[in-house]
Nanobody, 127 residues
């Protein structure tokens, strides 16, 4: 079992940047693919980005392509989401997720393909 803790959320003006971090404990981090999802106010949770175990494969939701970047540091047991060019519509609670996989497999962007979830961190973008 792995415990995920997000940090780095906050309030920022449109056009600004934030970097979220997701730190894992209780498991072997390098065995997990990692992902970020978000839930805007009044809406369902949606996929943001994912990264494979070795960090060689990443995938992004259409609304964040070219603005957000996911990365990971296996030594620090942490996944990151660098968010640039933030827009008011990026306002949401951001969740990280993990799934243990074999080295050559990358989970899909479907929410039910992910096993472990953090508690979330709020990101608010003002216009």
């Amino acid at each position: 079992q792995v415990l995920l803790t997000e940090s780095g959320g906050g309030s920022v003006q449109a056009g600004g940047s934030l970097r979220l971090a997701c730190t894992a404990s209780g498991g072997t981090f390098s065995r997990y693919a990692m992902a970020w999802f978000r839930q805007p106010p009044g809406n369902e949770r949606e996929f943001v980005a994912l990264i494979s175990r070795p960090g060689t494969t990443s995938l992004y939701g259409d609304s964040v392509k070219g603005r957000f970047m996911i990365s990971r540091d296996n030594d620090k047991k942490t996944a990151y989401l660098q968010m640039d060019g933030l827009k008011p519509e990026d306002t949401a609670v951001y969740y990280c997720a993990a799934r243990q996989t074999i080295l050559t497999h990358t989970p899909t962007s479907a929410e039910n393909d992910w096993t472990y979830w953090g508690q979330g961190t709020q990101v608010t973008v003002s216009s």
